[in-house]
């Protein structure tokens, strides 16, 4: 797998405010419950069919050129580890992991080792919004 940059949940907050693009690659039902104020959702499935990796690398083509700025995220840092490495080996130029999550990164024994998004009191919206996945499906039909 590609090497990734990986950043805080403060470090990408400003990120986000210097132009980059949050995407949270979580499950429709997790993004709606809370994510990042602004982030857009494709979600990237990790125990569903091999073709999910191919499937999800041709969602974030089509919504974003190679050489966009993007922070991956979701609920501990592993799917979009993940799902960072995918797009850098798919040429993307400009990824980078937020490493913490929305809930916060956890060792083997479930203690946490790092406060997420929401702990470190970063703006979090609910609901589906402009970049719910029902939205952002819509835009490529």
Same mark, same amino acid.
């Given at each position: 797998?590609?090497?990734?940059?990986?950043?805080?949940?403060?470090?990408?907050?400003?990120?986000?405010?210097?132009?980059?693009?949050?995407?949270?690659?979580?499950?429709?039902?997790?993004?709606?419950?809370?994510?990042?104020?602004?982030?857009?959702?494709?979600?990237?499935?990790?125990?569903?069919?091999? =073709?999910?990796?191919?499937?999800?690398?041709?969602?974030?083509?089509? *919504?974003?050129?190679?050489?966009? @700025?993007?922070?991956?995220?979701?609920?501990?840092?592993?799917? =979009?580890?993940?799902?960072?490495?995918?797009?850098?080996?798919?040429?993307?130029?400009?990824? *980078?992991?937020?490493? /913490?999550?929305?809930?916060?990164?956890?060792?083997?024994?479930?203690? *946490?080792?790092? @406060?997420?998004?929401? /702990?470190?009191?970063?703006?979090?919206?609910?609901?589906?919004?402009?970049? =719910?996945?029902?939205?952002?499906?819509?835009?490529?039909?």
């Amino acid at each position: 797998m590609a090497e990734l940059k990986r950043v805080s949940p403060a470090e990408a907050k400003k990120l986000l405010d210097g132009g980059y693009t949050y995407v949270d690659v979580r499950t429709a039902e997790e993004f709606d419950a809370r994510h990042p104020t602004g982030s857009i959702n494709v979600p990237l499935n990790l125990e569903g069919p091999p =073709s999910a990796v191919p499937e999800f690398v041709r969602v974030m083509r089509l *919504l974003f050129p190679p050489e966009a @700025k993007i922070v991956v995220g979701c609920a501990t840092g592993m799917r =979009s580890l993940r799902a960072g490495q995918w797009l850098a080996q798919a040429g993307f130029t400009d990824v *980078l992991d937020q490493r /913490a999550g929305m809930e916060g990164a956890r060792n083997a024994f479930g203690g *946490l080792t790092e @406060k997420g998004w929401a /702990a470190e009191g970063l703006p979090t919206s609910q609901g589906p919004d402009a970049g =719910s996945f029902s939205e952002v499906a819509k835009s490529l039909a």
